[in-house]
């Protein structure tokens, strides 16, 4: 508890001066765009790198463990049933103390993967934190990757979205499941732009089954489609 409260101010500052080097790179590249190439190595240098460090600023993934561990392995659901009614629960040592008597708020989609994942990570919250990170830094890229396929500068949009440091620590730092709404969102939007209409409606599911902000989303699509 000590020594990370006492390097909290330090990684704050040092965020911020990411963040800040991150809106300069955006402002030089707006008038000499770098290769394609180049962006999307910077990208998956940006995402994947809080890979190697511990769950950063929250405890979500662990969250996330324990209602797919109450579907696949304690026998309950996690939309009625509340993490500290499973003793026997690996992910309760390790959770956010808010979520012990909490039901879970995510969708269906979400925690039908969650149950395999709980499987694979068994009782090691080390498996369960990089599991989830994991995916989340995968799902950033290929956010980049999708955002560069939507945009006429396509350099640009995955430097806009792959280069954004604070998007690097909240998604492959903390394992958070934005990640796969936003992916899943921006799969959709490329099917759609593709014509690909049943396909991108599928995907659009999935994101609300995800959790449901991508409902804001998909409103503000349809409007743009009317229009």
């Known amino acids: 508890g000590g020594n990370v409260s006492g390097t909290a101010p330090l990684f704050l500052a040092l965020l911020i001066a990411a963040f800040a080097a991150y809106l300069l790179s955006l402002l030089l590249i707006r008038r000499t765009a770098p290769s394609t190439r180049a962006a999307v190595v910077l990208a998956a240098a940006i995402q994947l790198v809080p890979l190697a460090a511990p769950l950063l600023l929250s405890t979500d993934a662990w969250t996330y463990w324990s209602y797919g561990w109450i579907a696949a392995r304690g026998d309950g659901n996690p939309y009625t049933e509340p993490p500290q009614e499973f003793p026997d629960n690996p992910a309760l040592a390790h959770m ?92 959709a939007l490329a099917l759609s732009s593709s014509r690909r209409f049943q396909s991108g409606g599928v995907l659009w599911i999935l994101a609300v089954g995800v959790k449901w902000v991508p409902l804001l989303f998909l409103a503000l699509h349809a409007a743009e489609a009317r229009a």
């Open 96 to 187: 956010g103390s808010a979520w012990l008597d909490t039901t879970s708020v995510y969708g269906p989609a979400f925690t039908m993967a969650a149950e395999p994942l709980a499987v694979v990570a068994g009782d090691s919250e080390g498996v369960a934190a990089w599991t989830y990170k994991a995916l989340a830094g995968c799902a950033a890229l290929a956010a980049a990757l999708l955002a560069g396929r939507l945009a006429r500068r396509r350099a640009f949009a995955i430097a806009l979205v792959g280069w954004n440091p604070l998007l690097a620590v909240h998604l492959a730092g903390g394992g958070h499941n934005d990640a796969w709404a936003g992916a899943l969102i921006l799969a």
